[in-house]
């Protein structure tokens, strides 16, 4: 047997938003977006595909990303230190004018208080105030020799770089935010604390202020003008200090359109993208930066509506819950539709994804998203929501952006960060799509489990409970947790697209805790804390229901969200008090300022406790005697033998946390009578593991030692129909052990035991195929395992031995441990903050990378042979820094 060295750990790619961003910039020459980050790394973007990322070795917030005048390098500034870090996309570091600027009238004022500049400034004016640090700086646009330095405190100094000399003092009298010098030079703009803003022309100055009230500061101003018509005029902040001192707003007024465009997050900073070669056109697009999404604003379409961004997408704009991922989905199931992205920099030469994969996330407010994982940018695709179908906990009068007539200014509510679910137990929890037949199965905190189907068309109807009780009538428990969700009675129009059609409720309502769905037979599995139960969705009624709780075990009647539903419900009396004030403040306009500061205060106190709550939300397996031993782990169906050696049957096989396997053999009437006769289980196997560890896996392997297919797969003709002339093998995976029984007997054929001695336990488990990179026709089925410690495991079938072993998430890391998911070829996803997911790859042949192109322009004199230099990107080591590659403008290929 030849071996093919086919299997690696490679870090390819991070998905969503950057965790706490803290500076942006943008290079009009490159077309590339710059962010920077708090915890030091800096991460650019130009067209989907074309992504690069560095960290620095401080691991210090970047309060500044700077494009330098060639355009090609970027400086980057500290807030531990007065640090500035320079960053060439070329061999070539010259130091520029704009970095001397920086270094002279930036960094040093601040050092060096007694420095040409401020010994330039009038005795009277520093003798009535201090000058403070560099607030701001600003070049003017028609004549390079000339700088405007804002000072903290107001003043404000046309210094002349080549004489040495100031030309003039601007003696503002607030204290200073921002400056914007207009593309003609003709005249200055500064914006100030007291929500003011200044034109200053020669030596007087006109004071516009943004509002009738005392405002907010306005910390950015910029115009820029059009080819025909008045200038756009942009800020950011100077709201009214009493009634929307609270709000994230930028207020865009372009001839007679004035809009406050409201986010949900604190504004970090905000870019222009202009038409035209010189990039000196018409604004084009506005790209604002807020600290939990990137929101970009159409400003040539009449409305100026959000361009759907096809990467840096807010995967957390409602708390990720669960994921799952599907690969390889047939076209008829697809559909992508991408607007028009403006920022374009660099070439994407990465080649065509050679299948079409799904991530589906599910969060808390009770929506599941899919996105399309095929390629490096995670692009959305289609968001479900599942509330409709329930009553909530929500206010329908509730409304943080309702507005009265005649409101100033007028706001417009931009961006989807909407972190706060009315009701906590709409979150989903386990997620089942099965690709070939359209259906979708999604399970919630309270024991909610939805069966939907794909339909073209909008669709009103009602969905009718089915309640199961898996406690089924014991006597001695009561359940203290919280109480299942309503159903709505009244018939809900639902847009096309994943319609419910079928409702299981369990009772109690407690987490569901493993879900599978079997597409061909039609039937949903589902487990919580207290048992499993089986559904038939196609006569819409329960086949089984198993009671697996333990006597002794109280802890299971408590409920995970009794305590995180009670601050929940706060946190939303909070907001409406604060919306309660707003509309007071409007109608009345009386200063309320103290009792919102207060209402705020008790708001910051709820959220810092509500830390706690992602723990709670979701009950995590423990591996005492007496705690959730009857927690159902997981589920699995399979045709196999369960009765004797020459008759294959249906069979379901549920594993617990207590190391108990249920297998149930299924009785599957004729096709012809499927609609009418009912199916049946009846108990065949019972397995219980001598050490009790959590059954985190359960797999039936073939006659050829070959896991089982997807339901349906065979039918389409994409796998081989399972051997069934050979023994088949049960293969159960537990928290510290593999372990294969003979079936039908259920003997103990082999076992492979986890260490012990570091502490490892089995946390996610999967099956995977590796397909050699040499060899088309040669591939291997594995089992793909991630422990407690972070580490991947790759166990081969049917023999289950320890292949290969790599480091992967750090152990400290419970998240992203624990939100792990693995794809059929070998690749895996997990949260590294609550916003981005880290894709790896254990596949050689299946790697997801940024391969781009980035040609800079190099600079005059420095290079007679090329006109060019080209920066080439191909993928990233497993420490997750890039490898950047300089390669000849002649050489296209990538490494």
């Given at each position: 047997i030849v071996q093919f060295n086919f299997r690696t750990i490679v870090i390819t790619v991070e998905h969503g938003f950057p965790h706490q961003p803290s500076a942006l910039s943008y290079s009009p020459t490159l077309q590339l977006l710059a962010i920077g980050t708090r915890s030091g790394a800096i991460k650019l973007y130009g067209a989907p595909g074309v992504e690069f990322m560095g960290l620095h070795d401080e691991n210090a917030a970047v309060t500044q990303v700077l494009t330098a005048v060639t355009q090609y390098k970027y400086i980057t500034l500290f807030s531990s230190t007065n640090q500035l870090c320079a960053h060439c996309l070329s061999a070539y570091r010259s130091i520029m004018r704009l970095m001397s600027c920086l270094q002279s009238f930036c960094c040093v004022s601040r050092v060096y208080p007694h420095s040409p500049v401020s010994s330039s400034v009038p005795d009277d004016y520093i003798g009535r105030r201090n000058l403070e640090h560099v607030e701001a700086l600003q070049e003017n646009?028609?004549?390079?020799?000339?700088?405007?330095?804002?000072?903290?405190?107001?003043?404000?100094?046309?210094?002349?770089?080549?004489?040495?000399?100031?030309?003039?003092?601007?003696?503002?009298?607030?204290?200073?935010?921002?400056?914007?010098?207009t593309e003609d030079g003709s005249y200055i703009l500064s914006s100030h604390s007291d929500g003011s803003y200044c034109r200053w022309m020669s030596d007087d100055g006109v004071i516009v202020t943004a509002g009738h009230f005392p405002c907010k500061a306005i910390s950015k101003i910029v115009q820029l003008p059009t080819e025909e018509g008045p200038p756009f005029l942009l800020f950011s902040g100077g709201m009214p200090r009493a009634s929307y001192g609270d709000r994230h707003c930028i207020t865009v007024i372009h001839s007679k359109t004035h809009v406050a465009l409201d986010f949900t997050s604190r504004i970090i900073d905000f870019f222009a993208i202009r038409d035209g070669p010189q990039y000196t056109g018409d604004p084009s697009a506005l790209v604002v930066l807020v600290e939990e999404e990137l929101v970009v604003i159409d400003l040539q379409t009449e409305g100026w509506p959000v361009i759907q961004t096809p990467y840096l997408v807010p995967l957390h704009s409602s708390a990720i819950t669960c994921s799952h991922h599907v690969s390889a989905i047939p076209l008829k199931l697809w559909e992508r539709v991408i607007a028009p992205w403006p920022i374009t920099g660099g070439?994407?030469?990465?080649?065509?994804?050679?299948?079409?994969?799904?991530?589906?996330?599910?969060?808390?407010?009770?929506?599941?998203?899919?996105?399309?994982?095929?390629?490096?940018?995670?692009?959305?695709?289609?968001?479900?929501?599942?509330?409709?179908?329930?009553?909530?906990?929500?206010?329908?009068?509730?409304?943080?952006?309702?507005?009265?007539?005649?409101?100033?200014?007028?706001?417009?509510?931009?961006?989807?960060?909407?972190?706060?679910?009315?009701?906590?137990?709409?979150?989903?929890?386990?997620?089942?799509?099965?690709?070939?037949?359209?259906?979708?199965?999604?399970?919630?905190?309270?024991?909610?489990?939805?069966?939907?189907e794909l339909n073209d068309e909008a669709a009103e109807q009602t969905v009718e409970a089915k309640v199961v009780d898996l406690l089924q009538g014991q006597e001695g428990f009561r359940w203290k947790g919280h109480t299942r969700l309503d159903v709505r009675e009244e018939p809900v129009l639902f847009p096309p697209g994943f319609q419910p059609f079928s409702l299981v409720q369990c009772q109690p309502p407690a987490v569901v805790t493993a879900l599978t769905l079997h597409s061909e037979w039609k039937l949903v599995a589902f487990g919580t804390s207290h048992g499993f139960g089986l559904y038939d969705y196609q006569q819409k009624n329960t086949v089984l229901i198993k009671c697996t709780l333990n006597p002794s075990d109280q802890l299971a009647m408590e409920g995970p969200l009794s305590r995180v539903k009670s601050i929940k419900k706060s946190l939303r009396q909070s907001f409406r008090r604060i919306r309660r004030s707003r509309v007071s403040l409007?109608?009345?306009?009386?200063?309320?300022?103290?009792?919102?500061?207060?209402?705020?205060?008790?708001?910051?106190?709820?959220?810092a406790e509500m830390e706690l709550a992602p723990v709670q939300r979701k009950i995590e397996a423990r591996s005492s005697d007496d705690s959730f031993t009857g927690l159902v782990r997981t589920l699995y169906f399979a045709d196999s033998f369960l009765s004797d050696s020459s008759h294959n049957t249906p069979s379901l096989w549920a594993g617990t946390n207590g190391g108990c396997v249920f297998a149930y053999m299924l009785r599957l009437p004729p096709v012809e009578h499927r609609a009418d006769e009912p199916i049946t289980a009846q108990p065949a196997k019972e397995i219980q593991l001598m050490h009790r560890a959590p059954v985190v896996g359960i797999v039936v392997l073939d006659g050829h030692g070959a896991p089982s297919p997807e339901p349906l797969e065979v039918a389409h003709d994409l796998a081989r129909s399972p051997d069934m002339q050979g023994s088949h093998h049960l293969l159960v995976i537990s928290e510290?052990?593999?372990?294969?029984?003979?079936?039908?007997?259920?003997?103990?054929?082999?076992?492979?035991?986890?260490?012990?001695?570091?502490?490892?336990?089995?946390?996610?488990?999967?099956?995977?195929?590796?397909?050699?990179?040499?060899?088309?026709?040669?591939?291997?089925?594995?089992?793909?395992?991630?422990?407690?410690?972070?580490?991947?495991?790759?166990?081969?079938?049917?023999?289950?031995?320890?292949?290969?072993?790599?480091?992967?998430?750090?152990?400290?890391?419970?998240?992203?441990?624990?939100?792990?998911?693995?794809?059929?070829?070998?690749?895996?996803?997990?949260?590294?903050?609550?916003?981005?997911?880290?894709?790896?790859?254990?596949?050689?042949?299946?790697?997801?990378?940024?391969?781009?192109?980035?040609?800079?322009?190099?600079?005059?004199?420095?290079?007679?042979?090329?006109?060019?230099?080209?920066?080439?990107?191909?993928?990233?080591?497993?420490?997750?820094?890039?490898?950047?590659?300089?390669?000849?403008p002649d050489v296209s290929s990538s490494p």
């Open positions: 646009p028609v004549n390079p020799n000339q700088v405007v330095i804002g000072y903290g405190r107001g003043l404000m100094v046309i210094w002349d770089v080549e004489k040495q000399c100031a030309i003039q003092h601007i003696p503002a009298t607030q204290q200073l935010e921002s400056v914007w010098w070439q994407n030469m990465a080649p065509d994804p050679p299948q079409r994969d799904l991530l589906l996330t599910g969060h808390e407010d009770g929506t599941v998203r899919f996105w399309d994982a095929s390629g490096v940018c995670l692009y959305p695709m289609y968001k479900l929501s599942t509330a409709g179908v329930f009553h909530t906990d929500a206010d329908p009068n509730d409304n943080m952006n309702q507005g009265t007539e005649g409101e100033w200014p007028p706001f417009r509510k931009v961006g989807c960060f909407d972190p706060y679910s009315d009701d906590p137990r709409l979150g989903i929890q386990k997620i089942h799509l099965c690709k070939y037949s359209g259906y979708l199965t999604v399970a919630g905190t309270a024991g909610q489990i939805l069966v939907l409007r109608k009345h306009h009386v200063n309320n300022a103290a009792k919102l500061q207060e209402a705020n205060a008790r708001l910051e106190a709820e959220l510290e052990q593999f372990k294969v029984f003979t079936l039908p007997k259920v003997s103990a054929k082999m076992k492979l035991k986890l260490t012990a001695t570091d502490g490892s336990r089995v946390r996610r488990v999967g099956v995977a195929w590796f397909g050699s990179s040499r060899s088309e026709d040669y591939g291997e089925s594995g089992l793909v395992v991630l422990t407690n410690q972070g580490d991947l495991h790759v166990v081969s079938l049917p023999t289950v031995k320890m292949q290969v072993q790599y480091p992967c998430i750090r152990r400290e890391d419970v998240s992203g441990i624990a939100s792990c998911v693995f794809t059929k070829h070998g690749q895996g996803f997990y949260l590294i903050s609550p916003s981005e997911f880290e894709r790896f790859s254990l596949s050689t042949r299946h790697v997801v990378e940024p391969r781009c192109l980035v040609e800079v322009p190099l600079h005059s004199g420095l290079s007679n042979q090329h006109s060019y230099n080209r920066v080439l990107f191909s993928c990233r080591s497993s420490s997750g820094d890039p490898e950047v590659a300089r390669r000849r």
